[in-house]
């Protein structure tokens, strides 16, 4: 008996089902294409553990930036799991300094920006 052909075989249809089975969440997820600013906003928010207002408007601020292409998102994507990979309790405010920092040397000046 060939145990290798075999072997691959199950390994190849295990995997086309398990792709058959999560195409259907992937479609369904607000964050599957990039550019859905709501899909950020509400990560960013859960996933800092945003609450008092003034970090609120930290993170529409950022939103916003994103949004009119002054800061790409793929940056604030690497900020974010940067902040909560570090597993500390609460990474909004390591977020926020690192943001600062990257956005600075953009030019872009986060508190600055205006609107609803």
């Known amino acids: 008996m060939h145990v290798r052909p075999v072997l691959a075989i199950a390994c190849?249809?295990?995997g086309s089902v398990v792709d058959w089975a999560v195409m259907p969440l992937r479609a369904e997820s607000p964050e599957t294409g990039r550019g859905d600013v709501a899909g950020l906003e509400d990560r960013l928010t859960s996933g800092l553990r945003v609450k008092a207002p003034r970090e609120v408007k930290f993170v529409q601020n950022v939103v916003r930036s994103v949004r009119e292409g002054r800061l790409p998102e793929h940056l604030?994507?690497?900020?974010?799991?940067?902040?909560?990979?570090?597993?500390?309790?609460?990474?909004?405010?390591a977020f926020e300094h690192v943001m600062r920092l990257k956005a600075e040397k953009l030019g872009v000046d986060l508190d600055a920006l205006s609107g609803p």
């Open 76 to 93: 604030v994507d690497a900020t974010y799991l940067w902040a909560v990979r570090r597993g500390k309790k609460y990474p909004f405010p």
């Open 12 to 14: 190849l249809i295990v």
